[in-house]
């Protein structure tokens, strides 16, 4: 039994750690995209594959 409780607390930590590892990475992410569309909005669009839509 002690043995099941380590490895669910050691699931809960990776678990943990891998979340806050995608989150600084999104976020990084994320940051970068808004500092480039402020700079370069066509480079940025291009980047992210966005197209205007003419009406």
């Known amino acids: 039994m002690k043995f099941l409780g380590f ?4 699931f809960i930590i990776l678990m943990g750690f891998s979340m ?3 989150l600084a990475l999104f976020v990084g992410y994320w ?3 808004i ?3 402020q700079f370069k909005p066509a480079w940025a669009y291009k980047l992210i594959g966005y197209k205007e839509v003419k009406e």
Not at 7 to 10: E, R
């Open 31 to 33: 940051l970068t995209l």
């Open 20 to 22: 806050l590892i995608f």
């Open 35 to 37: 500092g480039l569309e």
């Open 7 to 10: 490895l669910l607390a050691v």
